[in-house]
């Protein structure tokens, strides 16, 4: 069974860190790329990284460049989201999606996503 499980979600103060989880199961890794979005309620998706697993490459966006780090581990079938100096605004549920191919701009982020998992909360707060 395909399934994508995000973990790492929590608590952290403004300036903290924390890293969130994307394990993949029922399906191989490295023959897609992987993004990491977020979306509050009410509000539109967001794209954040994404990750080829085919030859390692990376996206980020504006919002996040220089803070938040992506990497994937094929023989883990797990990518990772990396995230640091971490700001109020970053607050929101992250979800990791499957697709093809980065587009490496903001929307699409991803071509053809066609699975992401129930998400992780992530709240930065004082």
């Known amino acids: 069974q395909l399934q994508l499980v995000e973990s790492g979600g929590g608590l952290v103060q403004p300036g903290g860190s924390l890293r969130l989880s994307c394990a993949a199961s029922?399906?191989?890794?490295?023959?897609?790329?992987i993004g990491w979005f977020r979306r509050a309620p009410g509000k539109e998706r967001e794209g954040v990284s994404c990750i080829s697993m085919r030859d390692g490459s990376t996206w980020y966006s504006d919002s996040v460049k220089g803070r938040f780090t992506i990497s994937g581990d094929n023989a883990k079938s797990t990518v990772y989201l990396q995230m640091d100096s971490l700001k109020p605004e970053d607050s929101d549920v992250y979800y990791c999606?499957?697709?093809?191919?980065?587009?490496?701009?903001?929307?699409?982020?991803?071509?053809?996503?066609?699975?992401w998992g129930k998400g992780t909360l992530v709240t930065v707060s004082s």
């Open positions: 999606v499957r697709g093809d191919y980065c587009s490496g701009r903001v929307s699409p982020f991803l071509y053809n996503m066609d699975s």
């Open positions: 029922g399906w191989t890794l490295e023959y897609y790329a």
